[in-house]
Nanobody, 126 residues
Framework: QVQLVESGGGLVQAGGSLRLSCAAS????????MGWFRQSPGKDREFVAT????????HYAHSVLGRFTISRDNAKNTMYLQMNSLKPEDTAVYYC???????????????????WGQGTQVTVSS
């Protein structure tokens, strides 16, 4: 059974940093585009960042561009999201997801992802 497990969330002051991790199991991780999404109370799930299977191409939401960095280590079946200069509006549950197809390009639409983690809470205080 495919599992994606996020970790690294927590409470941080505005301007601080966090690094999220997403560990994958029972999945051909190295062949899949991966993505990060987030959801705040009362809002739809929104795209944050995506990275291709080789890690050579990334795409970010405008709201996090220049502050967040997505990366992956295929040898460890793990993806990361380095979040710097955090703002209160970044507060959300962050989810990692794996593309439904293999060897695809960057994907920013949630419907194209097949596997999802349970989420990790990020809270940024002002």
């Amino acid at each position: 059974q495919v599992q994606l497990v996020e970790s690294g969330g927590g409470l941080v002051q505005a301007g601080g940093s966090l690094r999220l991790s997403c560990a994958a199991s029972s999945l051909t991780f190295s062949n899949r585009t991966m993505g990060w999404f987030r959801q705040s109370p009362g809002k739809d799930r929104e795209f944050v960042a995506t990275i291709t299977w080789r890690g050579t191409s990334m795409h970010y939401a405008h709201s996090v561009l220049g502050r967040f960095t997505i990366s992956r280590d295929n040898a460890k079946n793990t993806m990361y999201l380095q979040m710097n200069s955090l703002k209160p509006e970044d507060t959300a549950v962050y989810y990692c997801a794996a593309d439904r197809v293999q060897f695809g390009s960057t994907v920013s639409i949630a419907d194209f992802y097949e596997y999802w983690g349970q989420g990790t809470q990020v809270t940024v205080s002002s």
